[in-house]
């Protein structure tokens, strides 16, 4: 009964590799893959922890866990760390981890990239600024500069350069455009912060600016990034707007 013993051994692997299919299928369809990571004790679809099991959440949305942080890479600008994440109105609110609490000296570790009039956070990136953050622009003004629209940095930051040339440093707020820039002053960099704080922002000091630089800015992600085009694989997307399409 040789043969009839390696049908029964044939068969019951069989059943084994069909019941291993159906239980991984099973656990594909089922999402509910929840993580944590330090200040964010659940971490679930669409994102994902780098290291989670591939069918948790979106390989897109990936995030990385660091020293018990949460960080999220806004390419090419550099990684955040996550504060918050809100999956009804698809924010995730991220601060610059160059900003420290109770130090008005720490400044932001990567100046923040925003493009297009979209404000889309890199080229083909599922992330834009929300509507609810503004900019943060950071400038050296070679002579002091009386505008509303500047908030002098002067007792926290030393934006003298190692010359003996005395420079002076700003924060304007907001949507700026050409007209707004003083004659004589340099962009250093930008970054964001939210947008309610505006409205106390009338004489506001940068010691304030400051402090909601340490709350963060808000993110918008869009998980429908690729229904104006295909989606191939994980991480391309093809747009229609190829000419002659
Ligand atoms: C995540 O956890 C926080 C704190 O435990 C809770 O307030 C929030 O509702 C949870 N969110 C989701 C989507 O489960
Ligand atoms: C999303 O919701 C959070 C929490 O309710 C809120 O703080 C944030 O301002 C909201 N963002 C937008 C863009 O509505
Ligand atoms: C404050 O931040 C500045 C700039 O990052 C740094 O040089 C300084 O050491 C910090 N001070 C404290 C007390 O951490
Ligand atoms: C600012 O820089 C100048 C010249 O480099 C230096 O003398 C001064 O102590 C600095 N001030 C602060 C607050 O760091
Ligand atoms: C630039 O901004 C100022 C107010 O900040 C506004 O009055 C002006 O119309 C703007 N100019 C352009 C070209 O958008
Ligand atoms: C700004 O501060 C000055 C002097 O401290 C004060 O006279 C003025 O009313 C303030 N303006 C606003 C809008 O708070």
Request: glycine content about 6%; proline content about 5%.
């Amino acid at each position: 009964m040789e043969t009839g013993k390696s049908f029964f051994t044939l068969s019951s692997w069989f059943v084994i590799v069909a019941f291993l299919v159906v239980g991984l299928s099973g656990e594909t369809c089922n999402a509910k893959c929840t993580s944590s990571c330090g200040n964010i004790p659940n971490i679930s679809y669409p994102f994902r922890l780098k290291d989670d099991p591939k069918h948790c959440g979106d390989l897109l949305f990936t995030l990385s866990c660091e020293n018990n942080r949460i960080l999220l890479d806004l390419s090419p600008s550099g990684k955040y760390y996550v504060q918050a994440i809100n999956y009804n109105n698809r924010t995730i609110r991220v601060v610059d981890p160059g900003i420290q609490k109770n130090n008005c000296s720490s400044i932001p570790l990567y100046p923040l990239a925003v493009f297009s009039q979209i404000q889309n956070m890199g080229p083909n990136s599922q992330y834009y600024l929300s509507i609810s953050s503004m900019p943060v622009t950071f400038l050296k003004c070679a002579s002091p500069v009386n505008s509303p629209l500047y908030v002098d940095t002067a007792p926290c930051l030393n934006m003298s350069s190692s010359s003996q040339q005395k420079t002076h440093g700003y924060v304007m707020i907001g949507w700026t455009n050409a007209s707004d820039f003083a004659i004589g002053c340099t962009v250093e960099w930008t970054t964001a912060m939210p947008y309610s704080y505006e409205h106390q922002l009338h004489n506001a000091s940068y010691e304030y600016i400051h402090n909601s630089l340490l709350y963060g800015f808000d993110v918008r992600y869009f998980l429908d990034w690729c229904t104006s085009g295909w989606r191939v694989a994980d991480y391309y997307c093809f747009h229609h707007t190829i000419s002659g399409m």
